[in-house]
T-cell receptor, first 112, second 110 residues
Framework: DAGVIQSPRHEVTEMGQEVTLRCKPI?????LFWYRQTMMRGLELLIY????????DSGMPEDRFSAKMPNASFSTLKIQPSEPRDSAVYFC??????????FGPGTRLTVL | QKEVEQDPGPLSVPEGAIVSLNCTYS??????FMWYRQYSRKGPELLMY????GNKEDGRFTAQVDKSSKYISLFIRDSQPSDSATYLC??????????FGTGTRLQVFP
Protein backbone atom coordinates (compact mmCIF):
# COMPACT_ATOMS: atom_id res chain seq x y z
CA ASP A 1 0.00 0.00 0.00
CA ALA A 2 1.39 3.40 -1.00
CA GLY A 3 -0.03 5.17 2.04
CA VAL A 4 -1.41 8.69 1.98
CA ILE A 5 0.18 10.73 -0.80
CA GLN A 6 0.58 14.49 -0.57
CA SER A 7 1.90 16.99 -3.05
CA PRO A 8 3.85 19.13 -3.23
CA ARG A 9 6.20 18.17 -0.39
CA HIS A 10 7.55 21.71 -0.16
CA GLU A 11 6.01 24.96 -1.28
CA VAL A 12 7.52 28.41 -1.07
CA THR A 13 5.34 31.27 -2.19
CA GLU A 14 4.91 34.98 -1.74
CA MET A 15 2.26 36.66 0.33
CA GLY A 16 -0.95 37.11 -1.61
CA GLN A 17 -0.46 34.12 -3.89
CA GLU A 18 -2.85 31.20 -4.13
CA VAL A 19 -1.62 27.90 -2.74
CA THR A 20 -3.17 24.50 -3.49
CA LEU A 21 -2.22 21.42 -1.51
CA ARG A 22 -3.22 17.97 -2.74
CA CYS A 23 -3.94 14.66 -1.07
CA LYS A 24 -4.64 11.12 -2.21
CA PRO A 25 -5.98 9.02 0.69
CA ILE A 26 -5.39 5.32 1.21
CA UNK A 27 -7.68 3.36 -1.09
CA UNK A 28 -10.85 2.26 0.69
CA UNK A 29 -10.62 4.79 3.50
CA UNK A 30 -13.77 6.86 3.83
CA UNK A 31 -12.55 9.54 6.24
CA LEU A 32 -10.12 12.25 5.20
CA PHE A 33 -8.64 14.89 7.50
CA TRP A 34 -6.59 18.04 6.94
CA TYR A 35 -4.31 19.15 9.78
CA ARG A 36 -1.87 22.00 10.26
CA GLN A 37 1.19 21.63 12.51
CA THR A 38 3.25 24.45 14.01
CA MET A 39 5.69 24.55 16.90
CA MET A 40 3.46 26.89 18.86
CA ARG A 41 0.08 25.23 18.36
CA GLY A 42 0.91 21.60 17.57
CA LEU A 43 -1.45 19.62 15.36
CA GLU A 44 -4.68 21.44 14.59
CA LEU A 45 -7.60 19.85 12.77
CA LEU A 46 -8.76 22.10 9.95
CA ILE A 47 -11.52 20.07 8.31
CA TYR A 48 -12.59 16.51 7.77
CA UNK A 49 -14.69 14.61 5.26
CA UNK A 50 -16.65 11.39 5.46
CA UNK A 51 -17.63 9.75 2.17
CA UNK A 52 -16.47 12.91 0.36
CA UNK A 53 -18.84 15.15 2.37
CA UNK A 54 -17.40 17.85 4.66
CA UNK A 55 -18.45 17.03 8.23
CA UNK A 56 -16.69 19.62 10.38
CA ASP A 57 -14.87 22.68 9.07
CA SER A 58 -14.85 24.59 12.36
CA GLY A 59 -11.05 24.47 12.43
CA MET A 60 -10.63 26.32 9.16
CA PRO A 61 -9.04 29.57 10.34
CA GLU A 62 -10.82 31.95 8.01
CA ASP A 63 -12.46 32.35 4.63
CA ARG A 64 -9.09 32.35 2.91
CA PHE A 65 -9.02 28.58 3.45
CA SER A 66 -11.17 26.17 1.49
CA ALA A 67 -11.14 22.40 0.99
CA LYS A 68 -12.79 20.09 -1.48
CA MET A 69 -13.09 16.37 -1.98
CA PRO A 70 -14.51 15.80 -5.47
CA ASN A 71 -14.11 12.01 -5.25
CA ALA A 72 -12.96 9.28 -2.89
CA SER A 73 -9.36 9.41 -4.08
CA PHE A 74 -8.56 13.12 -4.12
CA SER A 75 -8.80 16.20 -1.94
CA THR A 76 -7.42 19.73 -2.10
CA LEU A 77 -6.79 22.42 0.47
CA LYS A 78 -6.58 25.91 -0.98
CA ILE A 79 -5.35 29.12 0.61
CA GLN A 80 -6.18 32.32 -1.23
CA PRO A 81 -4.62 34.78 -0.58
CA SER A 82 -1.78 33.29 1.42
CA GLU A 83 -0.17 35.13 4.36
CA PRO A 84 3.13 34.60 6.22
CA ARG A 85 1.23 33.32 9.28
CA ASP A 86 -0.02 30.40 7.15
CA SER A 87 3.52 28.99 7.12
CA ALA A 88 3.30 25.52 8.65
CA VAL A 89 3.36 21.84 7.79
CA TYR A 90 0.02 20.67 6.43
CA PHE A 91 -0.87 17.02 6.87
CA CYS A 92 -3.55 14.97 5.23
CA UNK A 93 -4.72 11.81 7.01
CA UNK A 94 -7.21 9.12 6.13
CA UNK A 95 -8.85 6.23 7.96
CA UNK A 96 -11.64 3.66 8.01
CA UNK A 97 -12.11 3.95 11.77
CA UNK A 98 -12.51 7.56 12.92
CA UNK A 99 -10.51 6.91 16.07
CA UNK A 100 -7.30 6.38 14.12
CA UNK A 101 -5.38 8.52 11.67
CA UNK A 102 -2.96 7.46 8.95
CA PHE A 103 -0.94 10.50 8.06
CA GLY A 104 0.75 11.48 4.84
CA PRO A 105 4.29 12.91 4.76
CA GLY A 106 3.05 16.50 4.88
CA THR A 107 3.52 19.64 2.81
CA ARG A 108 5.91 22.21 4.26
CA LEU A 109 4.52 25.62 3.30
CA THR A 110 6.54 28.80 3.55
CA VAL A 111 4.86 32.10 2.75
CA LEU A 112 7.31 34.97 2.35
CA GLN B 1 -6.89 25.17 29.92
CA LYS B 2 -6.13 22.83 27.05
CA GLU B 3 -8.00 19.53 26.93
CA VAL B 4 -4.69 17.66 26.64
CA GLU B 5 -1.42 18.79 28.20
CA GLN B 6 1.98 17.40 27.27
CA ASP B 7 5.44 18.57 28.27
CA PRO B 8 7.27 19.59 25.07
CA GLY B 9 10.69 18.53 26.34
CA PRO B 10 13.21 18.04 24.92
CA LEU B 11 14.00 14.91 26.87
CA SER B 12 17.55 13.68 26.41
CA VAL B 13 18.56 10.21 27.68
CA PRO B 14 21.44 7.78 27.14
CA GLU B 15 20.96 4.63 25.12
CA GLY B 16 19.52 1.82 27.25
CA ALA B 17 17.61 4.12 29.62
CA ILE B 18 13.95 3.71 30.50
CA VAL B 19 11.95 6.62 29.14
CA SER B 20 8.67 7.86 30.59
CA LEU B 21 6.44 10.15 28.54
CA ASN B 22 3.23 11.56 29.98
CA CYS B 23 0.04 13.44 29.21
CA THR B 24 -2.72 14.79 31.37
CA TYR B 25 -6.22 15.57 30.23
CA SER B 26 -9.34 17.26 31.53
CA UNK B 27 -12.21 15.64 29.64
CA UNK B 28 -13.54 12.62 31.54
CA UNK B 29 -15.39 11.51 28.39
CA UNK B 30 -12.16 10.35 26.73
CA UNK B 31 -12.25 6.59 26.19
CA UNK B 32 -9.58 5.91 23.57
CA PHE B 33 -5.95 6.76 24.16
CA MET B 34 -3.18 6.65 21.60
CA TRP B 35 0.48 7.41 21.19
CA TYR B 36 1.85 8.57 17.87
CA ARG B 37 5.53 8.77 16.97
CA GLN B 38 6.74 11.44 14.57
CA TYR B 39 10.23 11.36 13.10
CA SER B 40 11.71 14.62 11.89
CA ARG B 41 10.08 15.83 8.67
CA LYS B 42 7.65 12.89 8.59
CA GLY B 43 3.99 12.44 9.41
CA PRO B 44 2.90 11.00 12.76
CA GLU B 45 2.45 7.22 12.87
CA LEU B 46 0.30 5.27 15.31
CA LEU B 47 2.46 3.53 17.90
CA MET B 48 0.12 2.31 20.65
CA TYR B 49 -3.61 2.26 21.24
CA UNK B 50 -5.50 1.62 24.51
CA UNK B 51 -9.18 1.57 25.27
CA UNK B 52 -10.25 2.84 28.71
CA UNK B 53 -7.97 2.13 31.68
CA GLY B 54 -5.13 -0.31 32.10
CA ASN B 55 -1.84 -1.27 30.55
CA LYS B 56 -0.83 -2.46 27.12
CA GLU B 57 2.56 -3.81 26.20
CA ASP B 58 4.14 -4.13 22.76
CA GLY B 59 7.78 -5.12 22.72
CA ARG B 60 9.80 -2.38 24.43
CA PHE B 61 6.78 -0.09 24.67
CA THR B 62 4.16 0.00 27.45
CA ALA B 63 1.15 2.31 27.50
CA GLN B 64 -0.65 3.04 30.76
CA VAL B 65 -3.94 4.82 31.33
CA ASP B 66 -5.12 6.04 34.74
CA LYS B 67 -8.58 7.47 34.20
CA SER B 68 -9.06 8.32 37.87
CA SER B 69 -6.09 10.70 37.66
CA LYS B 70 -6.69 11.66 34.02
CA TYR B 71 -3.11 10.70 33.26
CA ILE B 72 -1.56 8.54 30.55
CA SER B 73 2.01 7.34 30.13
CA LEU B 74 4.23 5.71 27.54
CA PHE B 75 7.27 3.80 28.77
CA ILE B 76 10.13 2.83 26.49
CA ARG B 77 12.51 0.20 27.82
CA ASP B 78 16.07 -0.19 26.59
CA SER B 79 15.80 3.01 24.58
CA GLN B 80 17.67 3.16 21.27
CA PRO B 81 18.92 6.08 19.19
CA SER B 82 16.29 5.06 16.62
CA ASP B 83 13.63 5.98 19.21
CA SER B 84 14.64 9.64 18.86
CA ALA B 85 11.47 11.34 17.67
CA THR B 86 8.57 13.44 18.87
CA TYR B 87 5.88 11.48 20.72
CA LEU B 88 2.32 12.79 20.61
CA CYS B 89 -0.45 11.54 22.82
CA UNK B 90 -3.97 11.59 21.41
CA UNK B 91 -7.33 10.82 22.89
CA UNK B 92 -10.94 10.54 21.87
CA UNK B 93 -14.41 10.14 23.32
CA UNK B 94 -16.63 7.69 21.48
CA UNK B 95 -16.91 10.04 18.50
CA UNK B 96 -14.95 11.13 15.44
CA UNK B 97 -13.09 13.71 17.54
CA UNK B 98 -9.38 13.07 18.27
CA UNK B 99 -7.41 15.56 20.37
CA PHE B 100 -3.62 15.60 20.12
CA GLY B 101 -1.08 16.78 22.65
CA THR B 102 1.61 19.11 21.37
CA GLY B 103 4.25 16.37 21.55
CA THR B 104 7.39 15.61 23.57
CA ARG B 105 10.68 15.59 21.73
CA LEU B 106 12.91 12.67 22.76
CA GLN B 107 16.61 12.37 22.00
CA VAL B 108 18.41 9.11 22.79
CA PHE B 109 22.17 9.49 22.53
CA PRO B 110 24.62 6.59 22.05
Amino acid sequence: DAGVIQSPRHEVTEMGQEVTLRCKPISGHDYLFWYRQTMMRGLELLIYFNNNVPIDDSGMPEDRFSAKMPNASFSTLKIQPSEPRDSAVYFCASTLSPRFRYFGPGTRLTVL
Amino acid sequence: QKEVEQDPGPLSVPEGAIVSLNCTYSNSAFQYFMWYRQYSRKGPELLMYTYSSGNKEDGRFTAQVDKSSKYISLFIRDSQPSDSATYLCAMSPNTDKLIFGTGTRLQVFP
